[in-house]
């Protein structure tokens, strides 16, 4: 019996009759409080078992417990956690990310106690993926390190006890989330500043060509075109900026050829003769880097 066969169980099930199903099944189990979420084990989900005396241990012990079961790897689920609270529903987020197809893959929906949803999906095997928050979303990501609450398990609510049951099985052939997608997705990070050092009277090729080789994949082209811009502005010769530059540029991950092709266009573009304002268009900090679509910020 897998997972859907379990929660398709639970539908009638007391509470000790459906831990033994999740035991049954070979998804590992712990008891949480009446009522609760907190792990009455001493170690939480990381006591989590399908051994069958254990199981039946704790449910002579703790007839009215709460099952939990760890997800990720443990159980072979992840699961995203659509909340609804006073603060607003992740319902709409949701939606949004299944229309862009990144949820399209589930197993099943369980309701929550709150009127939010638990979707399962099955693991990445060769990538375990960890739980994450994205608050401003409502979404929550349950993988390795974290835990569910399982039906037909209940909270004590403002409207009483309330318990998780099954909502609906996916017709589809089902398949793993991609967490980071999701989270990019529902969450995107604001573009990383790349701080440039102090511009002094004279440029120093020696500092610069030490900024310039700690720039990561997707800002190494532009911020070898900014400092080799400010060598050229300041009366170096192109050799002596390919001196200075070339094998910082190099250690960075650049190859030759865009390292002689970017100072070469930096000693047309930033030549004595040219106005300031023509190099620094090319230095904007609101410029997209390409390829990954971050602001440089050289100011």
Known sequence: MDIVGVLIDTIQSSMGSAALSFARAAIPIFPCARDGKRPLTHAGFHEASSDLDQVQAWWARWPSANIGMPTGSPSGFDVVDIDVTAAGSGFSAYERANAAGLVDGELARVRTPSRGMHVYFPVLAARPQRCWQAASAHIDFRGDGGYVVVPPSMLATPNGRVCY??????????????AIALREFLAPRPPRAVSRPEVLASAEPQRLAQWVSKLAEGERNRGLFWAACRLVEAGFAPADIDAALAPAAESAGLPTTEITATIRSASRQAAPHAPRARS?????????????GDALCLG
């Open 165 to 178: 049951r099954l909502d609906s099985l996916s017709a589809a052939g089902s398949k793993p989330v991609d």
């Open 280 to 292: 620094e268009q090319w230095c904007d900090p609101s410029a997209p880097v390409r390829g990954r």
